[in-house]
């Protein structure tokens, strides 16, 4: 998931990627956005891609910065926010040196620390958390290895359902998700095509409270519809409650 990869699919990011801001249920992240926004506080978008979020951010807050080390994602979001005045898009690996960007009173990162090396999503976490002004609000929305597990728990419901019984039903189901026991142990799946790092949700609070010197306010679940999440989108009426989810962590630096 290096930026070649990003750059290979951003004619198509619209069509396959299923964004928190656009796809989770009862508009979560605008929500909890809105509860830290202020046109006199200023905001970050750490992996913003085509930009999405960015003109709603710039309507809630005073200046908004939208970083990305992929030019074709930002190229889309450059498009998106044209005629924007209070929207700052910059290309920066967020890996590396983040010292050169702006402190800010309010960070949110949807789904962008996906990397499966260890090692990069610290320098990522870390690197975002120093951003944050003190008193600052960090939002930060991914995957959940909770809600992985779960969603095959419910497409075995579903075969037994259709009449399986519980054996053929655990038999019939196909965990391409799960590669081997080693990246299992550390959280990491294949979504699409690509190894995608999730998080457990106590795994969140500890990186939060001893990588990146946060006080964790809340962990929120993001819910998005059993559509958006099963191979096959014709999912019965029967599947509801409780939906599939991606964590969100609400922070705050001292
Ligand atoms: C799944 S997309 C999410 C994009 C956007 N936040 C959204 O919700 O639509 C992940 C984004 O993280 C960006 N990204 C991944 N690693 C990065 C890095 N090291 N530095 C900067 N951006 C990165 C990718 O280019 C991509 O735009």
Redesign the pocket.
């Known amino acids: 998931?290096d930026?070649n990869y990003?750059n290979g699919f951003a004619s198509e990011?619209d069509e396959y990627?299923i964004?928190?801001?656009?796809y989770g249920r009862s508009e979560t992240v605008r929500r909890m956005v809105e509860r830290f926004a202020s046109p006199e506080k200023s905001a970050a978008?750490?992996?913003?891609?085509?930009?999405?979020?960015l003109p709603y951010l710039a309507e809630k807050f005073g200046v908004v910065y939208g970083?990305?080390?992929?030019d074709k994602?930002l190229e889309i979001a450059r498009r998106r926010c044209e005629g924007i005045q209070n929207v700052r898009i910059l290309q920066?690996?967020?890996?590396?040196a983040a010292e050169r960007l702006p402190a800010v009173d309010f960070i949110i990162?949807?789904?962008?620390?996906?990397?499966p090396a260890l090692e990069?999503r610290l320098d990522?976490l870390r690197g975002m958390a120093s951003r944050l002004k003190p008193g600052g609000h960090l939002l930060l929305?991914v995957p959940s290895v909770e809600s992985l597990l779960y969603s095959y728990f419910r497409e075995i419901e579903w075969y037994r359902r259709d009449g399986f019984s519980p054996q053929a039903a655990e038999d019939a189901i196909e965990p391409f998700c799960i590669l081997n026991p080693e990246q299992t142990a550390r959280g990491v799946f294949i979504r699409g095509t690509e190894p995608t790092k999730h998080y457990l949700r106590e795994e969140l609070l500890v990186l939060a409270r001893e990588e990146m010197g946060l006080e964790v306010l809340e962990i929120l679940k993001m819910e998005y519809d059993w559509k958006t999440e099963m191979e096959d989108e014709q999912t019965p009426e029967w599947m509801g409650e409780p939906y599939p989810w991606d964590w969100l962590l609400i922070a705050q630096k001292a």
């Open positions: 998931m930026v990003w990011y990627v964004d928190a801001f656009t978008d750490f992996g913003c891609g085509p930009g999405k979020a970083y990305d080390f992929s994602l920066a690996d967020l890996t590396q990162s949807l789904n962008a620390v996906l990397m990069k990522f929305n």
